[in-house]
């Protein structure tokens, strides 16, 4: 199966956390995995994502246009973005899970729901 195992579709923010883990421990990577490098690693991966949309335009929801390799290569470079996210907060010592539903919460309170929004926030 080429190196890819299967895995639940309802992956958790803290089984990729011990992924990312085991796996730079296995490299002995942890001593290059500072926050400040992880965070480096992030916006270039960031960047990549980027570079996949810079002159298509807008995109319709679903990508309906874009090739298959096209979506792959998508979701190799959204996984890294990612993943890095994960090792990096892991890195600082924040529950990425409970710092998400938090931050859904604030902005729960801050954009209302009754609320029409006619431009971005």
């Known amino acids: 199966m080429s190196g890819v195992?299967?895995?639940d579709e309802r992956v958790s923010v803290n089984f990729l956390k011990h992924k990312?883990?085991?796996?730079?421990?296995?490299?002995d990577w942890d001593h290059f995995h500072t926050p400040r490098?992880?965070?480096?690693?992030?916006?270039?991966e960031v960047g990549e994502v980027s570079e996949i949309f810079q002159?298509?335009?807008e995109?319709?929801?679903?990508?309906?246009?874009?090739?298959?390799?096209?979506?792959?290569h998508l979701g190799e470079e959204l996984s890294d973005v990612l993943l890095y996210l994960v090792r990096?907060?892991?890195?600082?010592?924040?529950?990425?899970?409970?710092a998400a539903l938090r931050k859904l919460q604030?902005?729960?309170?801050?954009?209302?729901?009754?609320n029409k929004y006619t431009q971005h926030p």
């Open 5 to 7: 195992e299967e895995v």
């Open 20 to 27: 990312m883990a085991k796996f730079a421990k296995e490299r």
């Open 37 to 44: 490098n992880l965070l480096l690693a992030l916006v270039g």
């Open 55 to 57: 002159w298509k335009g």
């Open 59 to 72: 995109v319709p929801k679903g990508l309906p246009d874009w090739k298959e390799e096209e979506r792959i």
């Open 88 to 98: 990096l907060a892991d890195m600082c010592g924040i529950d990425l899970g409970k």
């Open 106 to 114: 604030l902005n729960a309170i801050k954009y209302k729901a009754s």
